[in-house]
């Protein structure tokens, strides 16, 4: 009778043992990751020292993060804004499982102080920054809107 006690408790520990292997991430797997993509910026009219930049953050994770700086070599400077705000916010949610659409309609960027004329397809790189100082970068196109 131990016998077979002994033997059910081993075909169960090595069902467990398989079912854990099996459903654990492959070795070398790569988590997912937060990515940034759609970036263009609206071509600012002839003489203008601002342009708003709107982009696409991805959340791939179970957990909100947030947007709390960005930078391009282009701007002195790059604030956060809300549409119909005229003050820069101190970030911006990217929900879990789901995405932060900038756009002009809501939460973009303002690239303050351009250090040259930005003209129709230029591209312009733009980095953004999370709480945890993550750097995401994309590529923004300069299109007329």
Known sequence: MRDVHRRTWVAGAIAAVITVAVSAPARGAQEPKASV???RIALPASGETTAHAFLVVENPTMYDFYVVSAM???A?????RRAGKDVPVSEATVPAYGQLKMDQKGVHLLLKDLKKPLNENDKV???????VGTKLSVEAVVKKE
């Not at 790189?125 to 709480?131: D, H, L, P």
């Open 76 to 80: 002195g400077a790059v604030e956060i």
């Open 72 to 74: 391009t070599d282009v």
């Open 125 to 131: 790189e733009i980095t953004v920054v999370t709480e």
């Open 37 to 39: 993509s759609s970036g």
